[in-house]
């Protein structure tokens, strides 16, 4: 395992995500969190992936071909605040969210506050109890500091009696490290 942001949440996902699940890459980017899901959840399993940019789109559907993954997944050009119009509350195992701009990419583009916070109050909903909702927060650079200073607002508000928040950090990486966050529903 990888000791940064990915490598970890990979790990805790790899912990939760089961043969046959059902999983959301809600900011599909390259296509590396699709297809790792898709791995967990094997032929029995389903992953839908959504991205804005049809470069990431693309991106993702020609990993899922090369990894023979693309009767699992699905890949849709949209926002994942419309996640909702894809899967039914207390449905999904596992929602993974990227933030900040496709790696790679336009810089210019990148996740707001704005659809960020409703996309993850939406997967919050459509997670199935004991699900898992896996966030790595980069920020800093081009897309600056505002969605994770919204986002770490945000986390601190979410229900205690229906959801556990947990926000870990990289004390002595240099510059701006990723912040990876899980947050689990009550079973």
């Not at 997944?73 to 969210?97: K, R």
Request: aromatic content about 10%.
């Amino acid at each position: 395992m990888k000791l940064n942001t990915l490598g970890i949440a990979h790990k805790a996902i790899a912990e939760k995500v089961k043969e046959g699940n059902f999983c959301i890459d809600a900011t599909a980017g390259r296509g590396n969190d699709t297809a790792f899901l898709c791995s967990l959840v094997g032929k029995g399993g389903k992953v839908i992936a959504f991205d804005i940019q049809q470069q990431a789109v693309d991106s993702t559907v020609a990993l899922l071909q090369e990894k023979g993954y693309e009767e699992i997944a699905e890949v849709h050009l949209d926002s994942h605040s419309n996640m909702g119009n894809y899967a039914q509350p207390n449905s999904v195992d596992c929602i993974t969210f990227n933030f900040g701009y496709l790696p790679g990419g336009d810089h210019s583009i990148f996740t707001t506050p704005a659809t960020s916070i409703p996309a993850i109050e939406k997967g919050l909903e459509l997670l199935k109890p004991g699900g898992l909702m896996s966030l790595c927060v980069y920020y800093g650079g081009d897309s600056g500091f505002e969605e994770k200073d919204a986002l770490m607002k945000y986390f601190k508000s979410i229900d205690s009696k229906q959801y556990t928040v947990l926000i870990t950090e990289f004390a002595n990486r240099p510059n701006n490290p990723p912040i990876p966050v899980f947050i689990l529903k009550q079973i």
